[in-house]
């Protein structure tokens, strides 16, 4: 599945979502932080996951994810993420648009 990873992160009220830098939220820095999160996992994931963490990083707006890969970042997302962020990333991994306009 391609994933567009300049789609901003929103507040509830559909204002983009800032970071302590003053810079709008991407979905490319939440998928990067998600597959670099230290998870207490096996070395053969953790080694899965730093792979990705470079397809991410190396990739500039879009992102071609195969299912293992966006089941591993569902999986990571469910337990580090808020509500709010969670719901959008959700949506958009699973192909719809971000639910908040």
């Known amino acids: ?3 567009n990873l300049q789609q901003p992160i929103k507040q509830i009220n559909g204002k983009t979502l800032i ?13 990067l932080t998600l597959a670099i999160l230290e ?3 096996e070395v053969e994931k953790k080694l899965l996951d730093f792979d990705l ?3 991410i990083q190396n990739s ?5 994810l195969k299912n293992e890969e ?15 962020v969670l719901g959008q990333v959700n949506a958009i991994l699973e192909g719809h648009e971000n639910p908040i306009k």
């Open 19 to 31: 970071d302590e830098q003053n810079k709008e939220v991407l979905l490319k820095s939440i998928l």
């Open 60 to 64: 500039n707006s879009t992102l071609e």
């Open 53 to 55: 963490a470079i397809k």
């Open 1 to 3: 599945m391609k994933i």
């Open 70 to 84: 966006l089941v591993r970042i569902q999986q990571k997302a469910k337990g580090f993420l808020s509500t709010l």
């Open 39 to 41: 998870k207490e996992d």
